[in-house]
């Protein structure tokens, strides 16, 4: 779960844009959304979920934001998904409490990085625990194809997140990668989640948060950079056309990644034509001169003029 920017500038704007003043003064209006996918560790699709459009609330004296919205979607959308037992990603902006109950409030999982600088609280019972030996620690060597690393992973449970008696307990893990040979720090991050954590699944409760990116790089930079065209604005309008248009950008991504996992003859002819836009180009390109009685046709003509091989079945 991640927001976006979508939509900025000084001279258009609507009832539902956001607001910033600029350094020389000038108010600038701007759209963003919370855009959640379904994602998972070493699967290269993700799979747009409805967007939550973060945008003025009645009755609020503050501007809406991500957290909020963030909060609204799962109100208002996870149970959709409980059947997935799912898992709420996120970056350090969600890691804190009000956010953490909605989760479980709505019966939810989440994994969710989690900064020393903004969780004072948490480090410093990690780091007390950590110097009586009560922190578990194991790591191995690992071989990236170009040189060897050292893995290292801590986890610890039932620690509170902020200070107070009311303050909700979770579970913290770490994964430090450092170069055999330099000892630099390659990567290194923390997690926090509500799912007890062992010596056994620990690696797994990582990649699963790590998988977060996935929404930025699988998600929003294909809207962005692949063909979508998500920041270009189709029109604004006085009202909800640019949240609707957003929306079906959104829809057609949902499209095209459902027919990548359903249709063979999809997924022959994007692998042959290697990036999407290439493929949005020719679709337009042949329905600009051909009339075709179907989508299946379409593809079927792609398919022979482009010379494939036969489909194994």
Not at 120 to 147: C, M, P
């Amino acid at each position: 779960m991640d927001g976006t920017e979508y939509f900025c500038s000084c001279k258009l704007g609507c009832e539902n844009c956001l607001h910033r003043k600029l350094r020389n003064e000038e108010i600038q209006n701007y759209h963003t959304a919370i855009a959640p996918a379904m994602v998972a560790p070493g699967n290269p699709q993700v799979i747009p979920l409805p967007p939550e459009f973060i945008t003025p609330q009645d009755g609020a004296e503050k501007q809406d934001c991500e957290r909020n919205a963030s909060k609204r979607w799962i109100e208002s959308r996870l149970s959709h998904f409980i059947h997935f037992s799912p898992i709420i990603l996120g970056d350090d902006l969600f890691a804190n409490q009000p956010f953490c109950e909605t989760v479980l409030d709505n019966e939810g999982h989440f994994i969710l990085v989690c900064k020393p600088d903004s969780h004072s609280t948490l480090y410093s019972w990690i780091d007390a625990i950590a110097q009586a030996g009560g922190v578990e620690t194991f790591s191995f060597r690992n071989w990236n194809g170009k040189h060897g690393e050292i893995v290292q992973y801590r986890f610890l449970n039932d620690v509170p997140l902020r200070a107070g008696e009311d303050a909700l307990r979770v579970n913290w893990c770490e994964i430090q990668i450092t170069h055999e040979d330099t000892g630099e720090i390659i990567y290194r991050n923390a997690f926090i989640t509500d799912l007890l954590v062992t010596r056994k699944n620990v690696q797994e409760i990582v990649r699963c948060g790590r998988a977060r990116w996935k929404v930025e790089n699988e998600n929003y930079n294909v809207l962005k950079t692949k063909g979508y065209h998500l920041e270009h604005n189709f029109g604004h309008g006085s009202q909800y056309l640019s949240m609707t248009l957003f929306t079906l950008n959104v829809l057609a991504f949902l499209l095209h990644t459902t027919l990548h996992l359903s249709d063979k003859t999809y997924r022959h002819i994007r692998k042959e034509l290697g990036r999407r836009d290439n493929f949005f180009n020719d679709v337009r390109a042949l329905t600009r001169y051909l009339l075709f009685d179907s989508w299946s046709n379409l593809l079927r003509f792609m398919f022979i003029q482009l010379e494939l091989e036969p489909i194994p079945d």
